[in-house]
């Protein structure tokens, strides 16, 4: 069975910073995409931030450029999402997401496999 299980949401400070986890199970991961994303209540989910099936490019939305960071560890099947200077406006319940179907994507669509999402809250 398939699992992405997401960890590191919490309460923080605007200025703060976070790490979110994502361990993927299940099978082997190392030839998928994985991004992440989030969704603030009333809004649509939203692209933060992918890694490409080559391994070879990250892509962030403009939004987070210059503060978040995402990187991958195919030995331990996981994905990160290092969060700095966080502002009141990432708040949201943050996904994870993989997909072995596309190089890598911005669309939700195109995302085969999501976990259950960790709350991240940046209290101003």
């Known amino acids: 069975q398939v699992q992405l299980v997401e960890s590191g949401g919490g309460l923080v400070q605007a200025g703060g910073s976070l790490r979110l986890s994502c361990a993927a199970s299940?099978?082997?991961?190392?030839?998928?995409?994985r991004a992440w994303f989030r969704q603030a209540p009333g809004k649509e989910r939203e692209f933060v931030a992918a890694?490409?099936?080559?391994?070879?490019?990250?892509y962030y939305a403009d939004s987070v450029k210059g503060r978040f960071t995402m990187s991958r560890d195919n030995a331990k099947n996981t994905v990160y999402l290092q969060m700095n200077s966080l502002k009141p406006e990432d708040s949201g319940v943050y996904y994870c997401?993989?997909?072995?179907?596309?190089?890598?994507?911005?669309?939700?669509?195109?995302?085969?496999?999501w976990g259950q999402g960790t709350q991240v809250t940046v209290s101003s």
């Open positions: 299940g099978r082997t991961f190392s030839s998928y995409a």
């Open positions: 890694i490409s099936r080559t391994f070879i490019s990250t």
């Open positions: 997401a993989a997909t072995p179907t596309v190089v890598w994507s911005t669309k939700p669509a195109d995302y085969e496999y």
